[in-house]
């Protein structure tokens, strides 16, 4: 009985319980060049952000500051919300008008 206890006991090691694990991370990309939906949409809207951040002569928004920011929107709204200040006059006017519940 004391042999049993003792291989249920042992700790296997990472490869044993996933096999595929060493395939996954080589063809997972690297640092910073993981590309997401959310990831994606950020990017664009740290762009158009900081080209009117710039000409207002504010300091550029980082991509944590503004995923702090977008923290709680769900991705869908993320797509509403790019497609309306897409079509806005001033983008960033608009991105942060539509980010204010007071305004709705």
């Known amino acids: 009985m004391s042999d049993d206890k003792s291989k249920s006991n042992e700790l296997k090691s990472i490869s044993e319980l996933l096999p595929n694990l060493a395939r996954k991370i080589a063809e997972a990309p ?3 060049n993981r590309l997401t939906e959310r990831g994606e949409l950020m990017r664009f809207f740290v762009r158009h952000l900081n080209h009117a951040r710039k000409r207002d002569g504010l300091t ?14 769900p991705t869908q709204d993320l797509y ?3 497609s309306v200040c897409s079509q806005a006059k001033d983008f960033s006017k608009r991105f942060w008008w539509e980010l204010d519940p007071e305004k709705h």
């Open 30 to 32: 690297k640092g910073r």
């Open 60 to 73: 550029p928004i980082t991509m944590a500051h503004l995923g702090t920011i977008l923290d709680k929107i």
């Open 80 to 82: 509403y919300l790019k």
